[in-house]
């Protein structure tokens, strides 16, 4: 009998702690695809926050790293600069990234870091309690925002890939979603290209993912990619925002 399907090798054999319906390990799985695909298991380094990273480093079988929340960039970057021959990703969420990691994913951007970013957007703190993040959608309800989201007091929702493809030393920026089989392939190839260009040493490639979080949006799983599709992509469109082709190297 002839294999058709195996799981990747990049990718431990273990038990997610992952909600039903969430879309992380989903993510975890097209990342660990495009390792293994790559044939750079042996050379990759992942960095996670502590909070919004989740716990990414149980589930990768490469070198994995953990920072402080929002630090991803930083050590990356250290990691990256001490052994330049390292494929080096940081895998974030959006508060980590976009709240406490405001300063770092931008200086990392501007400076054109050879290093990879996964970002999953999920418009809310899914992994800490449910609060407002700054992704949350304008009249969201959250933990702490349970009237909806005011934009008057509160703000309104960063599109991060879009001030991210603003930055000099960003090479590549694409938004992406995996709430489909037909997005699934364009975030797997996303996520190729990003890698392709870390190992080409073309600079900072930024990959947003759009996911679900059905536990702190309060719907069941097939409702919340629903959700996604009717409220999360029509504010923040799907597509490459940035590509320099040949990078900045």
Same mark, same amino acid.
């Given at each position: ?53 989740? =716990? ?24 990256? +600069? ?17 709240? *406490? ?9 501007? +400076?054109? #870091? ?44 960063? +599109? ?46 930024? *990959? #947003?993912? =759009? ?13 919340? =990619? ?22 900045? +190297?």
């Amino acid at each position: 009998m002839s294999i058709v399907y195996s799981p990747t090798k990049a990718l431990l054999d273990v038990p997610t702690h992952y909600c039903p319906g969430c879309t992380h390990g989903i993510i975890h799985k097209l990342v660990g695809e495009v390792i293994e695909e790559l044939g750079i298991l042996h050379k990759t380094i992942g960095v996670a926050s502590v909070g919004c990273s989740v =716990l990414a480093y149980d589930y990768f079988a490469c070198d994995m790293f953990q920072s402080a929340h929002g630090r991803a960039p930083a050590v990356a970057t250290g990691i990256k +600069r001490a052994n330049p021959d390292k494929v080096v990703f940081t895998y974030q969420g959006d508060g980590d990234l976009i709240a *406490i990691g405001t300063g770092e994913v931008v200086h990392a951007a501007a +400076r054109g #870091e050879n290093i990879v970013t996964i970002f999953v957007n999920n418009c809310i703190y899914g992994m800490t309690g449910g609060q407002m993040a700054p992704t949350s959608l304008a009249g969201q309800v959250t933990e702490t925002s349970p009237y909806g989201r005011d934009v008057n007091t509160q703000g309104y929702p960063i +599109r991060v890939a879009e001030m991210i493809s603003t930055l000099e030393g960003a090479c590549y920026v694409e938004r992406v979603s995996v709430d489909n089989i037909a997005n699934l392939t364009k975030a797997k190839k996303a996520i190729k290209k990003a890698f392709d260009n870390s190992i080409q040493g073309l600079g900072y490639s930024f *990959i #947003e993912v =759009l996911s679900t979080c059905p536990t702190n949006w309060g719907l069941a799983p097939v409702e919340a =990619l629903k959700w996604l599709r009717e409220n999360m992509i029509p504010y923040y469109p799907l597509g490459v925002k940035k590509e320099l082709k040949g990078g900045h +190297r």
